[in-house]
Every structure is written in structure tokens, then in C-alpha cells.
């Protein structure tokens, strides 16, 4: 977490995340919007990165390390709908997400 210069205790130090409530440090949010973007980046965009043009969503739970994270997508164009789950709890960790890309047309022959 300090690499990218977050210097809050709750995703490293005991006292603070027991403090916030949490039994273990949770995941930077940086860290789960990160992985809902390289799923959309492959999911919606055939895993090309400049085709991923925005992409906004609500923290609704915290993730933990280590958890596996699904993320579901609905496409309608150029606008992608999306929610993450943390797959161990069963749990929306992102949700509200809409994302926009670049659409590829195959030119007719």
C-alpha cells in the first residue's frame, strides 16, 4: 500500500483496522477498481486498454485480501454496466458501475 503513497494504517496496521471495525486489513479501493477494470478491459474491450474510455462504481463492502473477485458485465453499445462480488462471501463489493468503450466495427467485405 505504500507504494503508491497511501498512508492510511487501516490497510496495514492491526490497531487501526480493529479499530475500524475490520478483523483483518482490508484491500485498497484502488486495488479492487483496478481489477474491475482489467476485467472489462478483457471482458469488454478484447483486451485492448485503449478501448476503455471511463469507468466510475460504487464501493458498497470492503474486500479483503486474498478473496476472489467476479465480475459481472452487461454491454448495450458503447456503455457497460457492471457489479463485482467477492466470491467467498458471497457479498456486491462494487456495484453501480458503468463503464463506457470503444466500439469496433468489422467493415464489410
Not at 485498497?28 to 477498481?33: A, D, K, R, V
Not at 471482458?43 to 474486500?63: E, T, W
Request: charged fraction near 15%; hydrophobic fraction near 45%.
Amino acid at each position: 500500500y505504500r507504494l503508491n503513497g497511501d498512508r492510511n494504517p487501516v490497510h496495514a496496521v492491526p490497531a487501526a483496522w480493529r479499530q475500524a471495525g475490520f478483523d483483518q486489513p482490508i484491500l485498497h479501493g484502488l486495488c479492487s477498481y483496478g481489477m474491475a477494470a482489467r476485467g472489462l478491459v478483457k471482458l469488454a474491450c478484447g483486451n485492448d486498454p485503449a478501448r476503455l474510455n471511463s469507468l466510475a462504481a460504487r464501493f458498497s463492502a470492503p474486500v479483503y485480501p486474498g478473496e476472489t473477485l467476479v465480475l459481472s458485465q452487461w454491454q448495450d453499445g458503447a456503455r457497460v454496466h457492471f457489479e463485482m462480488h467477492a466470491q467467498e462471501r458471497g457479498l456486491k463489493v462494487l456495484s453501480h458501475g458503468v463503464a463506457t468503450v470503444a466500439v469496433t466495427t468489422v467493415a464489410a467485405a
